[in-house]
């Protein structure tokens, strides 16, 4: 069984500083791929990042990297330079082996402020 | 527009009456999923469509609960004798193999239900 574990239900950041939003996650395929989706108040889901098992290199795109521990299970997302519009909350999903499903954590509500 | 569309965008019935949803997906999108966001929390994995393939129906909570998906494209969410634990927002995704991520949905609005 797959499952995501978000244990920071809600983080406050300053105005341009950095985050780091939580993840843990739990899989016995070996291939899998790892996701952040941001949603805002609006309620829309928008795709930030991928990680998959296999990748060398830790995902970057733009200010949002992936902090991917594969020892520890961790897929922790960096937020750099935050802004006040990166208020919203963040889910970190899982999709292993052939499974069809995106599994999704409880998600971390972030708010920035000034 | 070219994003995952869906219908209506809320809808407010009575406990035991059917509702319909639907959901237009990315043109070309081959694959299909249904979630389920109750307040303030995670999605819930509903339904699974890709392609041709025999759906997966593997989160349907109960057999109140059925989708369709016709002709490849657009599907429709159908609850039968609602209950007031049906009010939650239910959300549709696209998602296509030729994506730049693998697995990556495109996700619609949702439509949120509330169920008196």
């Known amino acids: 069984a797959q499952k995501i574990t978000q244990t920071q239900p809600g983080m406050f950041v300053q105005e341009k500083e950095a985050v780091t939003l939580d993840c843990t996650y739990d899989?016995?395929?070996?291939?899998?791929?790892l996701f952040w989706y941001k949603q805002p108040s609006s309620g829309e889901m928008i795709f930030l990042i991928y990680q998959g098992s296999y990748d060398q290199q830790n995902a970057t795109e733009g200010r949002y990297s992936l902090n991917f521990q594969k020892a520890r299970k961790s897929a922790n997302l960096v937020i750099s330079a935050s802004q006040l519009g990166d208020s919203a909350m963040y889910f970190c999903?899982?999709?292993?082996?052939?499974?069809?499903?995106?599994?999704f954590g409880t998600g971390t509500r972030l708010q920035v402020t000034l | 527009g070219a994003g995952v569309s869906q219908s209506p965008s809320n809808k407010v019935t009575e406990k035991g009456k059917d509702v319909e949803l639907r959901c237009d997906p990315i043109s070309g999108h081959t694959a299909l999923y249904w979630y389920r966001q109750s307040l303030g929390q995670g999605l819930e994995f509903l339904i699974y469509f890709q392609g041709n393939s025999a759906p997966d129906k593997s989160g349907l909570p109960s057999d109140r609960f059925s989708a369709e998906r016709t002709g490849g494209s657009v599907s429709t969410l159908t609850i039968q004798r609602t209950q007031q634990e049906d009010s939650a927002v239910y959300l549709c995704a696209s998602s296509s193999r030729q994506g730049r991520v693998t697995g990556e949905l495109f996700f619609g609005e949702g439509s949120r239900l509330t169920v008196l």
């Open positions: 999903a899982m999709k292993a082996g052939t499974a069809s499903k995106l599994t």
């Open positions: 899989t016995s395929d070996p291939s899998y791929g």
